[in-house]
């Protein structure tokens, strides 16, 4: 791993000790430029969107690699908070279930 690689890829990285706070972080180049490709594409019309889910793919495969997961038990979802509630709200709670959570958890 080639930190001062990953370094450049965060421009907030060259003047400040970033501490992120879960809630909002400084994004990397590499996001910054996918994200101008998509919203320069999404003004041509949803033309593109095979290619969106063929790289959403390819990040689900990353990702998998990256933590010893399958594919299968990796999903994109836009935030922390909403997996979550993807997940409790897939549960079925009986009366007078306990629901047990982290204290420090960011919701």
Same mark, same amino acid.
């Given at each position: 791993?080639?930190?001062?690689?990953?370094?450049?890829?965060?421009?907030?990285?060259?003047?400040?000790?970033?501490?992120?706070?879960?809630?909002?972080?400084?994004?990397?180049?590499?996001?910054?430029?996918?994200?101008?490709?998509?919203?320069?594409?999404?003004?041509?019309?949803?033309?593109?969107?095979? %290619?969106? &889910? *063929?790289? #959403?793919?390819?990040?689900?495969? =990353?990702?998998?690699?990256? @933590?010893? +997961? %399958?594919? &299968? *038990?990796? #999903?994109?979802?836009?935030?922390? =908070?909403?997996?979550?509630? @993807?997940? +409790?709200?897939?549960?079925?709670?009986?009366?007078?279930?306990?629901?047990?959570?982290?204290?420090?958890?960011?919701?």
């Amino acid at each position: 791993m080639d930190i001062d690689k990953i370094r450049k890829e965060f421009p907030v990285t060259e003047k400040y000790a970033y501490f992120d706070h879960v809630a909002v972080g400084p994004l990397p180049r590499k996001t910054v430029e996918s994200v101008c490709r998509v919203t320069e594409e999404k003004c041509e019309g949803d033309l593109h969107w095979g %290619s969106w &889910e *063929e790289t #959403a793919e390819v990040v689900r495969k =990353s990702i998998a690699n990256l @933590i010893g +997961a %399958s594919v &299968e *038990e990796i #999903a994109l979802t836009h935030s922390t =908070s909403e997996g979550i509630a @993807i997940v +409790a709200n897939g549960l079925t709670y009986e009366k007078g279930s306990n629901i047990v959570t982290c204290d420090m958890e960011f919701m």
